[in-house]
Every structure is written in C-alpha cells, then in structure tokens.
C-alpha cells in the first residue's frame, strides 16, 4: 500500500490561515494525504472569522486546538508550508520546505477571511493535484 504523503502548515498563532489550510486539504485529499498544522505562538482558540468562513463551506474548524510546533512535527512531515508570516522551521533534508504569502486574517471580519480562504483553497488545491500526481 502506498504511503501517505504528510503536510505540515505553519503560521504563528495556528488559529487562521494553517487551520484552514490543513482543514481544506484534509477535505479535499480524501484520505490520501494527512494534513497537520502548528504554529511557533499558538493562539488559545480558532479564529471564529476563519471558521465562519469554513463553516460557509460546511466545513467546521471549531474544536481544533491551535498547537505548538515542535522538530518533531516537520521531521514527520514531507512537505512543509509556512503561511507567510516569517515563520523559522527547524530543516530536515528531504523535506519540501513552501511559503504561501498570505494576508493574515487575525483581527478581520469574515468579509475580509473569504479571499483568504478562497486564495488557500486555489493553492491547496494546487499542492494536492502535485502530490497525488506524483
């Protein structure tokens, strides 16, 4: 049985662009590839415009818990994508290391997060097409 690629989304507070990010491949990859994401400053909860923006979508990020990354989390991983935010990842060889430069929806309405969440989804998307192609 092939194995499962892993992505890791990155950004600071893992309460927006990561969490919808991860949410929307693990929607889209039905399975074929595990999606995780983490941040260097997690935020205690979600961000409820980036939810809303999901939950428009019938998707619900709501019970995620915005995490801490560790090595351990990028060493797992084979693709790593920080989410534009400047984010340093510890580096492991063999690893495919990503920047997605994205408006950071904290402190926006949901108005603000939708092309946000539209632009994630153009280039997740995009990832899973590569991956599973490959």
């Known amino acids: 049985m092939p194995r499962v690629p892993e992505v890791l989304f990155v950004c600071v507070h893992n309460a927006g662009r ?11 990859g039905l ?5 995780r994401s983490a941040g260097s ?9 980036a ?7 019938g998707l619900d990020i709501t019970a995620e818990i915005p995490t ?6 990028v060493e797992t991983s084979d693709v790593v994508i920080t989410m534009g935010c400047g984010d340093s990842c510890p580096v ?23 092309p946000i969440r539209d632009e994630i989804d153009r280039r997740v998307r995009g990832l899973l097409a590569e991956l599973l192609d490959a």
Do not use: I
């Not at 399975?31 to 999606?35: K, L, S």
């Not at 400053?41 to 415009?49: D, I, L």
């Not at 801490?68 to 989390?73: F, I, N, P, V, Y």
């Not at 309405?109 to 939708?114: F, I, L, Q, T, W």
């Open 18 to 28: 990561s969490q919808m990010a991860a949410a929307l491949l693990a929607h889209h």
């Open 31 to 35: 399975g074929r590839v595990a999606a």
């Open 41 to 49: 400053e997690p935020a205690e909860k979600v961000n409820p415009a």
């Open 51 to 57: 939810a809303q923006a999901l939950a428009e979508w």
């Open 68 to 73: 801490k990354l560790s090595a351990e989390d």
């Open 92 to 114: 492991f060889p063999g690893k495919r290391y990503l920047d997605w430069a994205l408006d950071d929806p904290a402190g926006k309405g949901v108005d603000a997060v939708r």
